[in-house]
């Protein structure tokens, strides 16, 4: 385990940067320097607002670039590439596709296997693909688990080509949300944006500052009520959050929530019950969040004093909230949560 120190922060919170979005899109009223450009849509299953200081035309390139992505690897819609793979049993992936499949196996070998692209026929099994949720039988998950294995995806990085084995699935959805947000940061950014909050379903990708040079106020969750424990600010960077609250369903006693250990085939029952994870690369940070928080706090934390590239926000099943020190000058605990203890992992 990493070195910890406790600290207690007794912070009142005065803004928080994503507010929640919702609806279809209605909002593109003129921008004043105090007033962003925002849009609302929905796309990859969740409620998302793109807010820019600047010219909001913009706005709808950087939403078609994520419905397109979206549109080439849902893993439901027929007409997608990664959709084209799972019926086939191999296909080429195109352009940015290509470059967020190279991107998922690597975060998949590089979690060690914490994240696997092939974990959909598991996650289908408990009921998370269509809601209809269950506990599947032990010999339904023993039948599944030899074909969860990123491993044996044959991916050409130069032709795009898949190869799959037969009986497998393989879906990008853990880590597709982050990198679409990425990428369309990076259209906004191409077109001449310097200041922008996009909130996909609570992943939050930021531009820049806010227009006064302040840094972007982005809240995180209480996994355990409904308002925001504490305020990071940030800069220019993703802020990503895995939570067991997320999607979950209980029976006998038990919460079961779509977040999956790939080496038992249940859901992941690491002592974690949210990870978010804040970096400047929306994909690896969408990769960290769900496979850290199958990893679980002490493997995490050493996973994170390994790296450079990220910072995290873990929260235990207990209630402790662990940061790492990257974020000790960056976070502010709300008004309600005043008086939790915080503790900061070091190297
Ligand atoms: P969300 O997309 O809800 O914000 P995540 O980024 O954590 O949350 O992704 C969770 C989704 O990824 C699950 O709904 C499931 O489809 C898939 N998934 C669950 N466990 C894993 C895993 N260990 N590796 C890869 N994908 C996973
Ligand atoms: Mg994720």
């Known amino acids: 385990m990493k070195k910890i120190l406790s600290i207690i922060l007794i912070t009142a919170c005065l803004a928080c940067g994503c507010s929640s979005a919702s609806g279809t899109e209605k909002n593109t009223s003129k921008s004043t320097a105090s007033e962003p450009e925002s849009i609302d849509f929905f796309a990859m299953d969740t409620t998302i607002k793109f807010s820019a200081y600047g010219d909001k ?3 709808k390139g950087a939403k078609k670039v994520l419905t397109d992505l979206e549109k080439k690897v849902s893993v439901t819609d027929s007409g997608s590439e990664i959709y084209h793979i799972n019926q086939n049993g191999s296909g080429t992936l195109t352009g940015d596709v290509s470059d967020l499949m190279q991107k998922a196996l690597q975060m998949c070998t590089q979690t060690d296997g914490a994240l696997d692209i092939s974990i959909y026929p598991i996650v289908k099994a408990w009921g998370f693909t269509t809601g209809d949720y269950q506990v599947p039988d032990e010999s339904t998950i023993q039948s599944l688990l030899p074909m969860v294995n990123y491993t044996k995806v044959e991916f050409d990085k130069t032709t795009g080509n898949v ?5 497998m699935t393989i879906d990008l959805g853990s880590i597709a949300k982050g ?4 990428q369309s940061a990076q259209y906004l950014r191409d077109n001449g944006v310097k ?5 996909l379903g609570g ?3 930021t531009i820049g500052s806010k227009p ?10 209480d996994p ?3 308002t925001p424990m504490m305020v ?10 895995s939570g067991g609250y997320e999607r979950y369903f209980e029976q006998d006693g038990h919460t079961y929530w779509h977040i999956m250990d790939p080496a038992t085939g249940h859901p992941a029952d690491s002592g974690l019950c949210s990870v978010t994870i804040v970096g400047d690369d929306g994909g690896t940070c969408d990769a960290l969040s769900t496979s850290l928080f199958v990893m679980g706090l002490e493997k995490a934390a050493d996973f994170w004093g390994k790296s450079n590239d990220f910072e995290a926000v873990f929260v235990t099943d207990s209630g402790e909230v662990y940061i790492t020190e990257g974020l000790k000058d960056k976070f502010a605990l709300t008004d309600d949560h005043a008086d939790t203890t915080v503790k900061v992992i070091s190297r």
């Open 179 to 182: 990198y679409a947000g990425q």
């Open 224 to 226: 355990n009520g409904d």
């Open 203 to 205: 992943n939050v990708q």
């Open 57 to 59: 035309k913009v706005l």
């Open 195 to 199: 200041s922008a909050l996009l909130n």
């Open 212 to 221: 006064d040079g302040s840094p972007w106020k982005v809240g995180i969750k």
């Open 163 to 167: 190869t799959i084995p037969s009986g």
């Open 232 to 241: 990071l600010s940030i800069t220019d960077q993703a802020v990503i959050t």
